[in-house]
């Protein structure tokens, strides 16, 4: 089973942008679709993006589209967020996780991810 670990958050004022990393180990990496999520006090763990295993297919939540990219280095084991044109909105913990897929699948539902990070915090000031 692979284990993911998230890195690159931290406090950014609005219209700036981030990328957060997304290191896997112990696990085939290629073998795996990676995702990212977010969770602001009080709210639902939602979905911001989602990778295929090859990285030829992704998907964005409406609300991201057009801001964030997902995107992998399967040489490397990771998965980058960039973010881009950041709001106070998204502010909250990003999570990265895992689940092992079929090729070109791109998995939005988290109860399908069965690895996930620690989280790292993303703080947008207005």
């Known amino acids: 089973q692979v284990q993911v670990v998230e890195s690159g958050g931290g406090l950014v004022q609005a219209g700036g942008a981030l990328r957060l990393s997304c290191a896997a180990t112990g696990g085939t990496f290629s073998r795996y679709g990676m995702g990212w999520f977010r969770q602001a006090p009080g709210k639902e763990r939602e979905f911001v993006a989602g990778i295929s295993r090859s990285g030829g297919n992704t998907r964005n939540a409406d609300s991201v589209s057009g801001r964030f990219t997902i995107s992998r280095d399967n040489a490397k084991n990771t998965v980058y967020l960039q973010m881009n044109n950041l709001k106070p909105e998204d502010t909250a913990v990003y999570y990265c996780?895992?689940?092992?897929?079929?090729?070109?699948?791109?998995?939005?539902?988290?109860?399908?991810?069965?690895?996930w990070g620690q989280g790292t915090q993303v703080t947008v000031s207005s």
């Open positions: 996780a895992a689940a092992m897929t079929v090729p070109g699948v791109v998995l939005s539902q988290a109860y399908l991810y069965s690895n």
